[in-house]
C-alpha cells in the first residue's frame, strides 16, 4: 500500500487519517513488497512510491491499494479510471464515488473494507460539493 503524500508533506487536517491508516497495518515481513508506508520501511518522499505510481501499481497487481490526501479531481480522475478498468476499485476516505473531496483510494477490492474502517473515526466530515465541483 503506499500513502501519499509523505508524512512531511502531508496537509495537517489530513495527519490523524493517514497515521490512523498506517497504525492500522500491519508490519510486512522484511521481504514484503506490497506495503510502502511510515510503518512499514519509513520512506522518504524520494523513495515512496507517489500517488500516480501507486494507483498504477494497484491497476498492475503489485500493490493492494494506494491512499491519496490532499489533491484536486485532476489528480484524481484518471487513475480512479486506470484502477477501476483494470477491475479494482476506487472511493473517496468515506466510500462514495465522489473526485472532488480531495482523497482517493484505490484498491484491488480486497483491503478496501480494511482502509475504510480504519480511517472511519480520524476522517472529517464530508465536504459539500461546490459548484465547480471541489473544494479548497
Known amino acids: ?9 502531508l496537509p495537517s487536517k489530513w495527519k490523524g ?20 508506508s511510515d510503518r512499514a520501511s519509513r520512506p522518504t518522499s524520494k523513495s515512496a512510491p ?19 490526501f490532499g489533491g484536486g479531481p485532476w489528480d484524481i480522475a484518471a487513475r480512479a479510471v486506470i484502477c477501476e478498468e483494470a477491475g479494482g476499485l476506487f472511493t473517496d476516505l468515506w466510500g462514495g464515488s465522489r473526485r472532488d473531496t480531495q482523497t482517493a483510494i484505490v484498491s484491488n477490492r480486497l483491503v478496501h473494507n480494511q482502509i475504510l ?5 480520524k476522517r472529517p466530515k464530508p465536504p459539500e460539493p461546490t459548484e465547480r465541483g471541489f473544494n479548497r
Not at 507517489?50 to 491519496?68: H, K, M, Y
Not at 474502517?117 to 473515526?121: H, I, K, N, T
Open 1 to 9: 500500500m503506499t500513502v501519499w503524500p509523505p508524512q512531511d508533506r
Open 17 to 36: 487519517c493517514a497515521r490512523a491508516l498506517l497504525n492500522a497495518l500491519p508490519a510486512p515481513p522484511s521481504s514484503a513488497g506490497r506495503i510502502h
Open 50 to 68: 507517489g500517488f500516480t505510481t501507486g494507483a498504477l501499481q494497484v491497476a498492475g497487481g503489485v500493490l493492494d491499494a494506494s491512499v491519496f
Open 117 to 121: 474502517e480504519a480511517l472511519s473515526s
